[in-house]
């Protein structure tokens, strides 16, 4: 069994900055890829940024410079520096893990960028 829990989301003014962190835990051999997605309201989920087990990353062209995707294999959790937060980037974001073929999804915790 495989968990992953997000946390560090929150409310920001415009032009601030959230970090957010996504733990994995239970019965993991290895991590393969970790992901955010986020999901705005009547908005299909979007893939924010994805980083692999040897550290390659990809972003949405919206968030780009802007925000970083990193990770901590001995610690199995990722993490998500958001900065120049904009209105725009108000979703709920997931944190997503590929393990041992299986896509694995968190419970999503909520941004909100607002003055």
């Known amino acids: 069994q495989v968990q992953l829990v997000e946390s560090g989301g929150g409310l920001v003014q415009p032009g601030g900055s959230l970090r957010l962190s996504c733990a994995a835990s239970?019965?993991?051999?290895?991590?393969?890829?970790m992901g955010w997605y986020r999901q705005a309201p009547g908005k299909s989920r979007e893939l924010v940024a994805v980083v692999d087990s040897a550290g390659y990353t990809n972003y949405v062209d919206s968030v780009k410079g802007r925000f970083t995707i990193s990770r901590d294999n001995a610690k199995n959790t990722a993490y998500l520096q958001m900065n120049s937060l904009k209105a725009a980037d108000t979703a709920v974001y997931y944190c997503?893990?590929?393990?041992?073929?299986?896509?694995?999804w968190g419970q999503g915790t909520q941004v909100t960028v607002s003055s």
């Open positions: 239970g019965s993991i051999f290895s991590i393969y890829t």
């Open positions: 997503n893990a590929g393990i041992g073929g299986r896509l694995y």
